[in-house]
T-cell receptor
């Protein structure tokens, strides 16, 4: 099953922060985060493997709560380049399937 | 390195026609997969493979066939195209490491079925 992402869309002004959530009904082994610009392929941001693990990529960071089967992506001091659609991908312990959520569209305005 | 190469980039088919979407990677990745992307539904997994000769179904496999005869290639076949298969198709590949490897995506194939 696909993980559930929220919100569906968010509009920010440069410098503002945002949080994107990803949750699954299944026990998770890992969570991936990708960003896709319009008309382009998704691009890898980060992977979280352990419960409670946090990782960062520039001013974009993420956390993974294995017990709650949830992950959150944090956009800090957003820049115009952060605009795009963000997808979380989840992998269960039982197989190699990587299932993606429906995406969160982020628009950053000057 | 070319990375993940998908061909064709665009294709228009008539209902009932068959075709093969090609995907090739030159990174010696064991894991390859196909996704379709529709507005509001994100990326949905069609089929995936963990190595030559091994394939398995994803979330939306109906209407699609795959095979993996070499490490480099993972073609996706539409046996009898239907308008519901109009979508953007992405192929992805990675090393086979449980949870630890980023997916490399091709540029996509935009398929319209009339």
């Amino acid at each position: 099953q696909q993980p559930v992402q929220s919100p569906q869309a968010v509009i920010l002004r440069e410098g503002e922060d945002a949080v994107i959530n990803c949750s699954s009904s299944k026990a998770l082994y890992s969570v991936h985060w990708y960003r896709q610009k319009h008309g382009e392929a998704p691009v890898f941001l980060m992977i979280l493997l352990k419960g409670g693990e946090q990782k960062g990529h520039e001013k974009i960071s993420a956390s993974f709560n294995e017990k709650k089967q949830q992950s959150s992506l944090y956009l800090t001091a957003s820049q115009l380049s952060y605009s795009g659609t963000y997808f979380c991908g989840t992998e269960k312990r039982s197989d190699y399937k990587l299932s993606f959520g429906a995406g969160t569209t982020v628009t950053v305005r000057a | 390195n070319a990375g993940v190469t998908q061909t064709p980039k665009f294709q228009v088919l008539k209902t009932g026609q068959s075709m093969t979407l090609q995907c090739a990677q030159d990174m010696n990745h064991e894991y390859m997969s196909w996704y379709r992307q529709d507005p509001g539904m994100g990326l949905r997994l069609i089929h995936y493979s963990v190595g030559a000769g091994i394939t398995d179904q994803g979330e939306v496999p109906n209407g699609y066939n795959v095979s993996r005869s070499t490490t480099e290639d993972f073609p996706l076949r539409l046996l009898s195209a239907a308008p519901s298969q109009t979508s953007v198709y992405f192929c992805a590949s990675s090393y086979l490491d449980r949870g630890g490897q980023p997916q490399h995506f091709g540029d996509g194939t935009r398929l319209s079925i009339l």
